[in-house]
């Protein structure tokens, strides 16, 4: 049984540019949820989403986008990169229908902006 | 608003020796808390939870955790660490109410265990 996977393991930008990260959650579930961790921090949550819908998000600019498709799969989209964002993005998926909602993280894109 | 504190930032310990890491949290109703580990070049792994019932959970690793509601703590311990220890540990709350599911982390304690 496979975990949550992300794609890809590292990248690199310059400012301004526009960035696409993707998850695909542990089987049997359909909830994911992206987190940023800075270095030295803990993950700070991005937003997360359910049925396709982005159903709860933290306190992170509209340059933050996502989506989530039919197969629960998920994109997290940065536009207009800055130094700030340089971090690690994690995706985090979990179960609605089995109760207890246990996040299941995913080893993560590394993203430098430079 | 919800909120953590890891107050260890970085905690140095002798094979064997006693652990404990101090979580406090902050959230204006029912909570589950959770302490997950983050090994070298791993992923964050879960180490436990609490949602409801006895406050003295236990997880893998022989690692356990204590919930206090009277003093908002959820402290993690283990009495006799590993070299395999060393690793940075993240305490996160989240609330109970549908739709609150975000987690909310401290900013982790790493964990050195000197062989």
């Known amino acids: 049984d496979a975990g949550v996977t992300q794609s890809p393991t590292h990248l690199i930008k310059t400012r301004g540019q526009q960035v696409t990260l993707r998850c695909s959650p542990k089987?049997?579930?359909?909830?994911v949820s992206w987190y940023q961790q800075a270095l030295g921090q803990g993950p700070q949550f991005i937003f997360q989403?359910?049925?396709?819908?982005?159903?709860q998000r933290g306190n992170f600019p509209d340059r933050f986008s996502g989506h989530q498709f039919p197969n629960y799969s998920s994109e997290l989209n940065v536009n207009a990169l800055l130094l700030g964002d340089s971090a690690l993005y994690l995706c985090?998926?979990?179960?609605?229908?089995?109760?207890?909602?246990?996040?299941?993280f995913g080893p993560g894109t590394r993203l430098t902006v430079l | 608003a919800q909120s953590v504190s890891q107050h260890n930032h970085h905690v140095i310990l002798s094979e064997a020796a006693s652990l404990e890491l101090g979580c406090n949290y902050s959230y204006g109703g029912t909570v589950n808390l959770f302490w997950y580990v983050q090994y070298p070049g791993q992923h964050l792994q879960l180490l436990l939870k609490y949602f409801s019932g006895d406050p003295l959970v236990k997880g893998i690793k022989g690692f356990e955790a204590e919930f206090i509601k009277s003093k908002f703590s959820f402290n993690l311990r283990k009495p006799s660490v590993q070299w395999s220890d060393t690793a940075e540990y993240f305490c996160a709350v989240r609330g109970t109410n549908f739709g609150n599911e975000k987690l909310t982390f401290g900013t982790g304690t790493r964990l050195t265990i000197i062989p």
């Open positions: 985090a998926s979990s179960g609605r229908t089995s109760g207890t909602a246990e996040q299941f």
């Open positions: 089987s049997g579930h359909d909830t």
């Open positions: 989403y359910y049925e396709e819908e982005e159903r």
